[in-house]
């Protein structure tokens, strides 16, 4: 099992910044993929970025060159650092772990932290 905590979230204007922060706990060994998805009212959610244990980033269209994921030192935190955020920004945002244990793929959700850009 993998327990995940988000913390970062709030209001923000357009053009601001964020940095949202994601701390693992458990089974932590076992992840290979962290990333941050967001899900906004009426939407799916949908995956925002991503980075592997091997330092490998992905990131959404929407978000290149404004967005940046990265890993603490312990590497069971994750951060996303927002900048230029924009209303359509707004969001639910969720920090995702994949493990694999066995042959078995797993996925944890944190419980989400609300991001509002608004002036």
């Known amino acids: 099992q993998v327990q995940l905590v988000e913390s970062g979230g709030g209001l923000v204007q357009p053009g601001g910044s964020l940095r949202l922060s994601c701390a693992a706990s458990g089974n932590i060994f076992s992840i290979n993929v962290m990333g941050w998805y967001r899900q906004a009212p009426g939407k799916e959610r949908e995956l925002v970025a991503s980075?592997?244990?091997?330092?490998?980033?992905n990131y959404a269209d929407s978000v290149k060159g404004r967005f940046t994921i990265s890993r603490g030192n312990t590497k069971n935190t994750v951060y996303l650092q927002m900048i230029s955020l924009k209303p359509e920004d707004t969001a639910v945002y969720y920090c995702?772990?994949?493990?694999?244990?066995?042959?078995?793929?797993?996925?944890?959700w944190g419980q989400g932290t609300q991001v509002t850009v608004s002036s």
């Open positions: 995702n772990a994949r493990s694999a244990i066995s042959g078995t793929d797993y996925s944890y």
């Open positions: 980075i592997t244990t091997g330092g490998s980033t």
